[in-house]
């Protein structure tokens, strides 16, 4: 059975095959179609005379296409196949599958083809956690097709395979054929997935879901001119991953916005999906305003325990399945992470700074003094300035409410848990910024002025309090979180990194954070490491305890830049570009924490999501930390500074207030 996968992806519809083309049936992986967050189809195995064929390529030949050529087995290497089985899968709200079979032999052959097909309809958390259904599976064959249909009340889903002239079970479907020497048959196979509410159909005749074509979209953004080779195809990967990822939100249908990653995060998320849209801003800012219009939509307005929300918070995660429509999931939406709403305000502010568009700024005036009040009151319960968090939803919650957010990311040097309530460091750094951000949009655009003046108080004290609570002298960097008891974690991770992006950290205290992060503790080689090695809690393959992020690193480097530290930005952004190129131009959600000198190549942390908006974005922010690009008013500012490999970086037509412009040196 091959083990490599094959993804192909079109928004929220994706689907996960071995190199042959097939899905076995495996309730456990997430092999298979999926649509809104639900599995349409657990199995989907070809057959030619009862046998699986053999592989001979199996590859995506565009994001929503993929291309399996396959023959029949002989058993041995003396005799020479004379089936060959070209199969051809295009994705989109449903699948496309063209079969053609030849005949290379001197002899008529007589053959059976056959698909055995099932639909398992597993909600994504029901295969993440390894649950079962309790709803009732239904099935029904019509004429040229089959229904494989699921129902638990007034909830429904339904996967219909279109097949004219196959001979169709429960199970499977089959054609009889009888092929003359050279001669080729084909036929076409049409998959259509639909809910109660939603009965959308595959795109035939490859016209794109989107408004544009990838062409135009990646035409439509800024043109890269260097002599580094491998960042051209790392650039273009980059693009064209986002450009898979998006889907239409349910609240701006209008506009599309790139899902999370695949396979587990094909949703509307906040943290992630913020971050992507200041990634992407010198490259396709609408990514950006629909984020923030879609998430400004869902903004909580009352208090609810279940799914930890308070008024003015922004969403965590969205999602679509039959849990989530059953309240068995909190996730319809679900508000657990405390950084989300200060990210909105700082993109918000940084939208602003880019494209000049006071029009959404002053249509998201209520929603951005919303999050300011949810710092101030819900995200500070007990005043000090500081947004703690811990769920009130044990059970279904999230103990971690930041990025790193699995269950024993915050943790002391030794690998004990933090108490709870836990402040985390970059959270703070977060508010700080949101805090002199809004202040800017207050005086810009909201006529706010009063409010603009309690922001950059607030954010003066804030500073004052967080040195004074994180900065730990022995040691020379912050605290990775204060405990429920607001005793400091002095755990080195990469969160300080984010205080350098946030600008919270004093001048006189950035050499020594730059130290650590760039020391052989923490950096990889490839990057910075989640959490520092030698310690007790470090482990390189644990997901957030010692991996080296893309995103993370990003924000990393451009911290560095923030503060001068020009160099050591450079060599971070050559280390994760170079390793981006080793992995097929394509960052995976996370790499091993392991030493490059051991390993001589990037290892990606082994249920990494692939491809992952905010992996896709980091070649995009790390270009612009770069090349030093900041929008100043009406114009444009570049302020290169490049590592040595690199000679010739230009962008050409970034867009801004400014228009287009060019880039570079």
């Given at each position: 059975?091959?083990?490599?996968?094959?993804?192909?992806?079109?928004?929220?519809?994706?689907?996960?095959?071995?190199?042959?083309?097939?899905?076995?049936?495996?309730?456990?992986?997430?092999?298979?179609?999926?649509?809104?967050?639900?599995?349409?189809?657990?199995?989907?195995?070809?057959?030619?005379?009862?046998?699986?064929?053999?592989?001979?390529?199996?590859?995506?030949?565009?994001?929503?296409?993929?291309?399996?050529?396959?023959?029949?087995?002989?058993?041995?290497?003396?005799?020479?196949?004379?089936?060959?089985?070209?199969?051809?899968?295009?994705?989109?709200?449903?699948?496309?599958?063209?079969?053609?079979?030849?005949?290379?032999?001197?002899?008529?052959?007589?053959?059976?083809?056959?698909?055995?097909?099932?639909?398992?309809?597993?909600?994504?958390?029901?295969?993440?956690?390894?649950?079962?259904?309790?709803?009732?599976?239904?099935?029904?064959?019509?004429?040229?097709?089959?229904?494989?249909?699921y129902e638990r009340g007034e909830f429904r889903r339904e996967t219909r395979i279109k097949a004219p002239g196959a001979r169709f079970t429960e199970q499977s479907m089959s054609y009889a054929l009888e092929l003359a020497p050279t001669e080729t048959w084909s036929t076409e196979i049409e998959i259509s997935v639909a809910t109660a509410a939603i009965r959308p159909v595959p795109h035939l005749d490859h016209r794109p879901q989107m408004p544009i074509s990838?062409?135009?979209?990646?035409?439509?953004?800024?043109?890269?001119?260097?002599?580094?080779?491998?960042?051209?195809?790392?650039?273009?990967?980059?693009?064209?991953?986002?450009?898979?990822?998006?889907?239409?939100?349910?609240?701006?249908?209008?506009?599309?916005?790139?899902?999370?990653?695949?396979?587990?995060?094909?949703?509307?998320?906040?943290?992630?999906?913020?971050?992507?849209?200041?990634?992407?801003?010198?490259?396709?800012?609408?990514?950006?305003?629909?984020?923030?219009?879609?998430?400004?939509?869902?903004?909580?307005?009352?208090?609810?325990?279940?799914?930890?929300?308070?008024?003015?918070?922004?969403?965590?995660?969205?999602?679509?399945?039959?849990?989530?429509?059953?309240?068995?999931?909190?996730?319809?939406?679900?508000?657990?992470?405390?950084?989300?709403?200060?990210?909105?305000?700082?993109?918000?502010?940084?939208?602003?700074?880019?494209?000049?568009?006071?029009?959404?700024?002053?249509?998201?005036?209520?929603?951005?003094?919303?999050?300011?009040?949810?710092?101030?009151?819900?995200?500070?319960?007990?005043?000090?300035?500081?947004?703690?968090?811990?769920?009130?939803?044990?059970?279904?919650?999230?103990?971690?409410?930041?990025?790193?957010?699995?269950?024993?990311?915050?943790?002391?040097?030794?690998?004990?848990?933090?108490?709870?309530?836990?402040?985390?460091?970059?959270?703070?750094?977060?508010?700080?910024?949101?805090?002199?951000?809004?202040?800017?949009?207050?005086?810009?655009?909201?006529?706010?002025?009063?409010?603009?003046?309690?922001?950059?108080?607030?954010?003066?004290?804030?500073?004052?309090?967080?040195?004074?609570?994180?900065?730990?002298?022995?040691?020379?960097?912050?605290?990775?979180?204060?405990?429920?008891?607001?005793?400091?974690?002095?755990?080195?991770?990469?969160?300080?990194?984010?205080?350098?992006?946030?600008?919270?950290?004093?001048?006189?205290?950035?050499?020594?954070?730059?130290?650590?992060?760039?020391g052989p503790a923490m950096f990889s080689g490839w990057g910075v490491r989640t959490l520092a090695e030698g310690l007790t809690a470090y482990n390189p393959m644990e997901y957030h305890n010692g991996t080296v992020w893309p995103h993370d690193n990003a924000i990393v480097a451009a911290g560095l830049a923030r503060y001068g530290f020009r160099e050591e930005a450079a060599l971070i952004s050559e280390a994760m570009l170079t390793a981006a190129a080793l992995?097929?131009?394509?960052?995976?959600?996370?790499?091993?924490?392991?030493?490059?000198?051991?390993?001589?190549?990037?290892?990606?942390?082994?249920?990494?999501?692939?491809?992952?908006?905010?992996?896709?974005?980091?070649?995009?922010?790390?270009?612009?930390?770069?090349?030093?690009?900041?929008?100043?008013?009406?114009?444009?500012?570049?302020?290169?500074?490049?590592?040595?490999?690199?000679?010739?970086?230009?962008?050409?037509?970034?867009?801004?207030?400014?228009?287009?412009?060019?880039?570079?040196?």
């Open positions: 059975m091959p083990d490599r996968q094959i993804n192909i992806l079109q928004g929220r519809t994706f689907m996960v095959s071995d190199e042959r083309g097939d899905v076995a049936p495996n309730y456990d992986e997430p092999g298979g179609l999926f649509f809104r967050d639900m599995r349409h189809l657990s199995r989907w195995e070809l057959r030619l005379n009862g046998r699986p064929l053999a592989s001979l390529s199996g590859q995506p030949v565009e994001y929503d296409e993929a291309v399996f050529y396959l023959q029949q087995p002989t058993g041995t290497v003396y005799l020479n196949p004379v089936l060959s089985v070209l199969r051809r899968r295009h994705v989109g709200e449903g699948v496309q599958e063209q079969l053609k079979v030849t005949n290379h032999g001197a002899r008529p052959a007589v053959l059976e083809l056959s698909l055995l097909f099932d639909a398992d309809f597993a909600d994504i958390f029901e295969v993440k956690d390894k649950q079962g259904k309790t709803g009732r599976h239904y099935r029904r064959i019509e004429k040229g097709a089959a229904v494989l249909g990838l062409e135009d979209w990646l035409a439509q953004a800024p043109e890269l001119d260097t002599d580094w080779d491998d960042l051209v195809h790392t650039y273009r990967r980059s693009l064209i991953d986002l450009a898979a990822l998006r889907f239409y939100p349910d609240t701006v249908p209008d506009a599309s916005l790139p899902a999370a990653g695949l396979p587990w995060f094909m949703a509307l998320f906040g943290r992630d999906s913020l971050i992507v849209g200041y990634q992407t801003l010198p490259y396709a800012p609408e990514l950006c305003r629909t984020t923030l219009r879609a998430l400004a939509a869902q903004q909580a307005s009352a208090m609810d325990d279940v799914r930890d929300a308070e008024p003015g918070k922004i969403l965590h995660e969205l999602r679509h399945g039959e849990l989530t429509y059953f309240g068995q999931r909190p996730q319809s939406p679900y508000y657990g992470s405390a950084d989300s709403t200060p990210l909105f305000l700082i993109v918000l502010d940084e939208y602003f700074r880019w494209t000049g568009d006071s029009a959404t700024v002053c249509d998201l005036e209520q929603q951005a003094k919303a999050a300011i009040r949810w710092m101030r009151e819900f995200g500070d319960a007990d005043g000090d300035l500081f947004i703690e968090y811990a769920t009130r939803n044990p059970e279904q919650g999230l103990v971690n409410q930041c990025w790193k957010d699995s269950w024993n990311a915050i943790v002391h040097p030794d690998g004990t848990l933090a108490t709870l309530p836990r402040a985390t460091c970059e959270i703070q750094g977060y508010a700080y910024d949101a805090r002199i951000r809004a202040a800017r949009l207050a005086r810009a655009c909201w006529n706010d002025h009063a409010l603009a003046e309690s922001l950059e108080e607030e954010a003066r004290l804030l500073q004052e309090r967080f040195v004074e609570a994180y900065w730990l002298p022995d040691e020379g960097f912050y605290a990775l979180a204060l405990d429920g008891q607001k005793r400091p974690v002095p755990t080195l991770t990469s969160n300080i990194g984010h205080l350098l992006w946030s600008g919270i950290v004093p001048p006189d205290h950035a050499p020594s954070v730059v130290a650590h992060l760039m992995s097929g131009f394509r960052l995976p959600e996370a790499l091993i924490g392991t030493a490059r000198e051991l390993t001589e190549i990037p290892i990606a942390y082994p249920s990494a999501c692939s491809p992952q908006a905010w992996a896709a974005g980091t070649p995009l922010m790390l270009l612009r930390t770069l090349l030093g690009l900041e929008p100043d008013g009406d114009r444009l500012t570049a302020d290169p500074h490049l590592p040595s490999r690199c000679g010739r970086l230009m962008l050409r037509g970034v867009p801004g207030v400014w228009g287009k412009a060019d880039a570079g040196v």
